[in-house]
């Protein structure tokens, strides 16, 4: 993909991530090109609908996640991966909204939540990834920690998502350090 063409496709998803989170998924897409600066015909050449466009928006999602899953390594443990998501829903709502939609038949979600499963693998791999949770955390509960974590979407604002992630992660860690 040429240069131009690659921010543009940036652009959008920006674009759409911020209309999307003030709006929610089914705010009109020439209000998302509208607010990229660019016209319909350049969105649908990169999107040609709403599906491929919530697609996306996951893919990079998760690309965000995994290249920092690499960047740092061993010390990527199961908890900077559950803060990780925690701060995604306080940030950029819109992909919860994506995940309650997007049903059992769509391949992209269930790609989605294979590359999901397969970061939490990773990261349980290594002793030091388990910290001190519980013996019985397995990658699969971390699609269940993510719908947890998605209460924090109750904030009404950035600053109160922020406040209610700080509670739900700390009633969560409660449940999920081991028992002595």
Request: proline residues 3%.
């Amino acid at each position: 993909m040429r240069r131009d063409a690659a921010l543009r496709r940036e652009k959008l998803l920006d674009a759409a991530e911020v209309e999307f989170g003030l709006r929610g998924i089914n705010t009109p897409l020439e209000t998302v090109a509208e607010s990229a600066g660019v016209g319909p015909g350049t969105f649908y050449r990169n999107f040609p609908d709403r599906q491929a466009l919530l697609d996306a928006l996951l893919d990079r999602s998760l690309a965000r996640m995994e290249f920092k899953q690499i960047e740092k390594g061993a010390k990527y443990s199961a908890s900077a991966l559950i803060e990780h998501i925690a701060q995604n829903l306080v940030t950029s709502p819109v992909l919860s909204e994506y995940w309650r939609s997007a049903g059992r038949e769509s391949m992209a979600a269930n790609l989605g939540r294979e590359r999901f499963i397969r970061m939490a693998a990773k990261c349980l791999d290594d002793e030091s990834g388990k910290e001190n949770l519980r013996h019985d955390l397995v990658p699969e509960d971390f699609p269940l920690i993510s719908s947890m974590l998605g209460a924090i979407l109750c904030g009404r604002d950035l600053k109160e998502r922020e406040q209610i992630k700080e509670r739900v992660l700390s009633i969560l860690y409660t449940g999920l350090l081991r028992r002595s």
